[in-house]
């Protein structure tokens, strides 16, 4: 392809993906006011791979095979015709690669 600098590119092609199996245990639901909420946690053993033809000096990283673990938690809360959904995630353990922490904060609630 041409970019916008008129400089010519070769094609270039990535696939990705993740294979991850684990158990996720859930504790019992818990009663409130006006509501319920209920505790998660999971432990998973993650596989990433790719297939790609993309040269060193693009500094586009290495998605080779990679095994790793992930832990995350999580509270579901019911809160009248709503739910909140709280999760974090600790992943990439034991990959020798990387190790990365996330979080995401939900509010589901039907029309």
Do not use: C
Request: aromatic letters at 10%; zero cysteines.
């Amino acid at each position: 392809y041409i970019d916008s600098a008129a400089v010519a590119h070769a094609s270039r092609s990535i696939s990705a993906g993740r294979i991850s199996v684990g158990p996720r245990v859930m504790f019992p639901e818990r009663g409130t006011d006006n509501g319920s909420y209920q505790a998660w946690v999971s432990a998973k053993g993650e596989y990433d791979f790719s297939n790609q033809n993309v040269p060193v000096a693009t500094g586009l990283p290495d998605l080779g095979s990679v095994v790793s673990m992930r832990i995350a938690g999580g509270i579901t809360s019911r809160m009248g015709d709503g739910t909140l959904n709280v999760r974090g995630d600790v992943f990439g353990i034991g990959s020798g690669e990387f190790t990365a922490v996330g979080g995401t904060v939900s509010y589901d609630r039907p029309f």
